[in-house]
């Protein structure tokens, strides 16, 4: 038998932060803290236990006796049922705020480093519509609500194209109008909605395995191409042409029509052929000048506007004379690497995924950088001491790692390498703070820049620049 949780219901409880992965925070009458999913700081709210821990409680507010001053009405319909933006009922003034306080205490805290003064939080100009990726999935049994579960009227259509419902795998939310990508995307989704089922074409169920329409991915960008891949369960060519033909004559400003035949148990695409039905099998970035060639499977950051201003940072506090070799560590498609170039003598790059490297020496040549290259391997085992005396000893090092941060021996390889400057771009500042805290012995932080790529979210990245003490 698993152990029961008694719920309990605490009254006028003052929510007092924010924190981590977008859970705001009171305490409790016993002076344990609380996790809530729907509260804002400032709210005065009753509070109904949902999990008891040792040393803290999660829950939700169940009655809010005083609305924070830091709230703003949410633009989407679908918010609280969606998971994707959950902090769009706090004013954008307070994201930025929280998100500054996170990355200071967790270089503090969990780094125990001493800081400079860390500069504003840069804010994204778009605080909708930024992101230039998104990922919808197919189901024929849409997420139902609790009023409709429990009302006798006919519910109708119970197809979906939207977004997984948060940590449940198989429950579609099947979303009328989403704030984070610009249009056509919401058009788009919605005519492919509506098209497949005046055409009875099936949705998938991920529970049985069964049905036709998969996933839809839409990609922007900033030179006006368009991606749209559909992902089907299994080849029906008839059906398949009939949707892509619908899909090229409604939407002629689509560059890039692709699709996938995947008919595993996951929807993932690394290992599944992309074919281009019509125009070209990629779409084109344009930064500063720079032309970043993106296929299907490609990795960009999904905000192009507020990456710019990411690898601006990034580039000001390498701060290049020309003469220097740059190891960039962590490289993926090179976008860093053939941003600093120019102000280098060299750039290395070192990337996992062989797939972005092919990309990253592709993107080289497009733009006529010559004094790039890249090398693909596991960076614990490539970034050796015969990696080292082969490339040459790097005068700065750039780091920009998945959110687990840096493997423990790549962190020891810069120490035994020791460049005069690391520049650590990361997603995730608690395990940025822990690798900072074992290269504190050698390395001073001399500046921190905290940058807001999605907002409404409680994700924020963080650029350190370290030099030797």
Known sequence: MGRKTIKQVFEKIEVIDAGAKGKTIAKAPDGRVIFLSNAVPGDIVDVQTLKKRKAYFEGKAIAFHKYSEKRTEPKCQHFGTCGGCKWQDMDYKYQLEYKQNEVVNNLKRIGHLQLPEV????????????????????????????????????????????????????????????????????DIRNAVKKFAIDNN???????????????????????????????????????RELLLDF?????????????????????????????????????????EGLKFKINAKSFYQTNSQQAYELYKVTRDF??????????DLYTGTGTIAQFVAKQAKRVIGVEAVPDAIIAAKEN??????????????????????????QHGHPDVIITDPPRDGMHKDVVQQILN????????????SATQ?????????????????????????????????????
């Not at 390498?417 to 995730?428: F, G, L, R």
Request: charged letters at 25%; proline letters at 3%; a negative charge.
């Open 247 to 287: 899909l090229a004559e409604s939407f002629p400003q689509i560059t890039s029509l692709q699709y996938v035949i995947n008919g595993k148990a996951n929807d993932t695409i690394y290992d599944q052929d992309v074919i281009c039905y019509k125009g070209q099998d990629h779409i084109f970035e344009d930064m």
């Open 364 to 389: 080289a040549q497009l733009n006529g950088i010559t004094n790039v290259e890249f090398y693909v391997g596991d960076m614990k085992n490539v970034f050796n001491d015969e990696f080292i005396k």
């Open 119 to 186: 500069t504003p939080i840069m804010g994204s100009s778009e605080q909708y519509f930024y992101r230039n990726k998104m990922e919808f999935s197919f189901s024929d049994s849409r997420w139902l609500t609790l009023e409709e579960i429990q009302s006798d009227r006919d519910l109708g259509d119970k197809n979906a194209l939207g977004f997984h419902i948060p940590g449940m795998w198989d429950k579609i939310l099947d979303v009328k109008k989403c704030w984070l990508q610009e249009d056509p995307s919401n």
């Open 201 to 239: 074409l099936e949705f998938f169920n991920t529970r049985n395995q069964t049905g036709f329409l998969r996933t839809m991915m839409v990609r922007t960008s900033s030179t006006g191409d368009i991606m749209i891949m559909i992902q089907f369960f299994k080849e029906d060519k008839a059906n």
């Open 318 to 327: 390498a701060d290049l004379k020309g003469d220097e070799l740059v190891y």
């Open 433 to 469: 703070a822990r690798d900072l805290e074992l290269m504190d012995a050698m390395y001073k932080v001399t500046k921190v820049q905290p940058v807001d790529m999605f907002p409404q979210t409680h994700h924020v990245e963080n650029v350190v620049l370290l030099e030797k003490r």
């Open 417 to 428: 390498i020791a460049p005069n400057k690391v520049v650590y771009v990361s997603c995730n």
